[in-house]
């Protein structure tokens, strides 16, 4: 199936498009006569998008560029995106299509990490045409440990967190170790954005209850921007004004029937700098027709990309099948999943109900989920996958320091212990 814009605004994509040099010889001549004409046009993948940085997808003279930022794979050469003013600006917009409405009246924290790649940037902006306060808080900085977070979120009462949802859990986490409720600590917070990973039904559900505040998703990537946000009423849908999108089957020409699970080809009808023609986002997804409450017509579910499902015997269990097959076990945090031999899954899953004094011992084997695949839950402690002690670790000082008291002088000059 293929959804979203028109056939205008696809012909004005391929115009600029065909400013990049990748692109030149890759796009018809001639004008689209409808939409469903884009589908014979050859798809743009991250291996193409890698191989041709940083410059063989831009399409606007240097001077028009605004912003620069990179993607990363598993292979390590990263993903370069130009991004005109216009294009952070059209990015901000499709951002505040969420339901969570910032106003003046919101403190925003954002967790997002604010180096090289893009949802914090732009996340940023679009809390500040909403005239929204900001506190940019970066995620993956030494400067912004996560109880210096916490302590922020609670003195300057903040009413949104923007954060990737482990990250929400995370804080959430050291917030208890300081002997703090996230869900009665932090009477102002009225909303958590999330964004950055794929967010199923239970992980929303298990941050709504910890922070005692509704999530609000936000579907993107560096690469396209934000394709889908939530509305008021906790659904993700597809921004149809700014992109196409087209659910294909895994041999990347077949459209899956409405409603199947597909993989999600995104093409970015106003990107200027780096317009992107049918991109295969490697994201499983599917395209629910619902009329919702908002007006919105479609719903969006992003199921997580291929190589984050588990195959057991012909079976593939993506991240909302794994969820929902241990959506049961009380007091359920955070969890991993591998195969069980011979045959099933093998989940460890952090729970409250665990005593502190065993480890892993108690396991129940059960039979469940449609596919009638053996399960096996082994229940550990909370703080199993992360280290507390990690979580309350104020980590590196920012700063460069130079004057040291004699007596730190005579203790640190001759170690290699000394840090500038
Ligand atoms: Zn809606």
């Given at each position: 199936?293929?959804?979203?814009?028109?056939?205008?605004?696809a012909?004005?994509?391929?115009?600029r498009?065909?400013?990049?040099?990748?692109?030149s010889?890759?796009?018809?001549?001639?004008?689209?006569?409808?939409?469903?004409?884009?589908?014979?046009?050859?798809?743009?993948?991250?291996?193409?998008?890698?191989?041709?940085?940083?410059?063989?997808?831009?399409?606007?003279?240097?001077?028009?560029?605004?912003?620069?930022?990179?993607?990363?794979?598993?292979?390590?050469?990263?993903?370069?995106i130009?991004?005109?003013?216009?294009?952070?600006?059209?990015?901000?917009?499709?951002?505040?299509?969420?339901?969570?409405?910032l106003?003046?009246?919101?403190?925003?924290?954002i967790?997002?990490?604010?180096?090289?790649?893009?949802?914090?940037?732009?996340?940023?902006?679009?809390?500040?045409?909403?005239?929204?306060?900001?506190?940019?808080?970066?995620?993956?900085?030494?400067?912004?440990?996560?109880?210096?977070?916490?302590?922020?979120?609670?003195?300057?009462?903040?009413?949104?967190?923007?954060?990737?949802?482990?990250?929400?859990?995370?804080?959430?986490?050291?917030?208890?170790?300081?002997?703090?409720?996230?869900?009665r600590?932090?009477?102002?917070?009225?909303?958590?954005?999330?964004?950055?990973?794929p967010?199923?039904?239970?992980?929303?559900?298990?941050?709504?209850?910890?922070?005692?505040?509704?999530?609000?998703?936000?579907?993107?990537?560096?690469?396209?921007?934000?394709?889908?946000?939530?509305?008021?009423?906790?659904?993700?849908?597809?921004?149809?004004?700014?992109?196409?999108?087209?659910?294909?089957?895994?041999?990347?020409?077949?459209p899956?029937?409405?409603?199947?699970?597909?993989?999600l080809?995104?093409?970015?009808?106003?990107?200027?700098?780096?317009p992107?023609?049918?991109?295969?986002?490697?994201?499983?997804?599917r395209l629910?027709?619902?009329?919702?409450?908002?007006?919105?017509?479609?719903?969006?579910?992003?199921?997580?990309?291929?190589?984050?499902?588990?195959?057991?015997?012909g079976?593939?269990?993506?991240?909302?099948?794994?969820?929902?097959?241990?959506?049961?076990?009380?007091?359920?945090?955070?969890?991993?999943?591998?195969?069980?031999?011979?045959f099933?899954?093998?989940?460890?899953?952090?729970?409250?109900?665990?005593?502190?004094?065993?480890?892993?011992?108690?396991?129940?084997?059960?039979?469940?989920g449609?596919?009638?695949?053996?399960?096996?839950?082994?229940?550990?402690?909370?703080?199993?996958?992360?280290?507390?002690?990690?979580?309350?670790?104020?980590?590196?000082?920012?700063?460069?320091?130079?004057?040291?008291?004699?007596?730190?002088?005579?203790?640190?000059?001759?170690?290699?212990?000394?840090?500038?």
């Amino acid at each position: 199936m293929i959804i979203g814009g028109d056939v205008n605004l696809a012909n004005q994509m391929l115009s600029r498009a065909r400013r990049a040099s990748f692109y030149s010889g890759r796009l018809p001549d001639k004008p689209l006569r409808s939409l469903s004409e884009l589908a014979q046009i050859p798809l743009t993948t991250k291996a193409d998008l890698r191989e041709h940085s940083p410059y063989g997808f831009l399409a606007v003279p240097k001077h028009e560029v605004a912003a620069y930022h990179e993607s990363f794979g598993t292979t390590g050469k990263p993903v370069s995106i130009w991004l005109a003013e216009d294009d952070l600006l059209d990015t901000a917009d499709e951002i505040n299509t969420c339901g969570v409405n910032l106003s003046v009246a919101d403190t925003v924290l954002i967790r997002y990490p604010y180096a090289i790649s893009q949802v914090a940037h732009t996340f940023h902006l679009a809390a500040r045409l909403r005239g929204a306060c900001v506190i940019p808080a970066s995620s993956r900085s030494t400067i912004s440990p996560f109880p210096r977070i916490v302590n922020m979120m609670r003195y300057l009462d903040v009413t949104v967190l923007a954060a990737l949802p482990l990250q929400a859990i995370l804080l959430a986490r050291c917030a208890e170790l300081m002997g703090l409720s996230p869900a009665r600590d932090f009477p102002g917070l009225r909303a958590i954005c999330s964004a950055g990973e794929p967010l199923s039904p239970q992980r929303r559900k298990l941050i709504q209850e910890i922070w005692n505040a509704p999530v609000f998703d936000n579907y993107g990537m560096t690469e396209i921007g934000a394709a889908a946000l939530d509305c008021l009423y906790g659904r993700l849908h597809p921004v149809l004004s700014d992109f196409v999108f087209e659910l294909l089957e895994e041999d990347r020409e077949t459209p899956v029937r409405p409603g199947n699970i597909g993989y999600l080809v995104v093409s970015t009808l106003k990107r200027r700098a780096t317009p992107l023609v049918r991109y295969w986002t490697g994201d499983r997804a599917r395209l629910v027709p619902e009329l919702c409450p908002c007006g919105a017509q479609y719903r969006l579910e992003v199921r997580g990309r291929q190589e984050d499902c588990l195959q057991v015997a012909g079976h593939l269990f993506d991240l909302w099948d794994l969820e929902a097959m241990i959506q049961h076990v009380p007091g359920k945090g955070l969890w991993v999943v591998g195969p069980l031999e011979p045959f099933g899954l093998h989940f460890v899953v952090e729970s409250r109900e665990f005593g502190q004094d065993t480890k892993s011992q108690e396991a129940l084997t059960i039979l469940g989920g449609q596919d009638r695949v053996p399960i096996q839950i082994s229940l550990v402690p909370p703080g199993t996958f992360f280290d507390p002690q990690a979580l309350l670790d104020i980590g590196e000082v920012g700063k460069p320091r130079y004057i040291y008291s004699t007596e730190e002088l005579d203790a640190k000059a001759y170690t290699k212990s000394l840090r500038l």
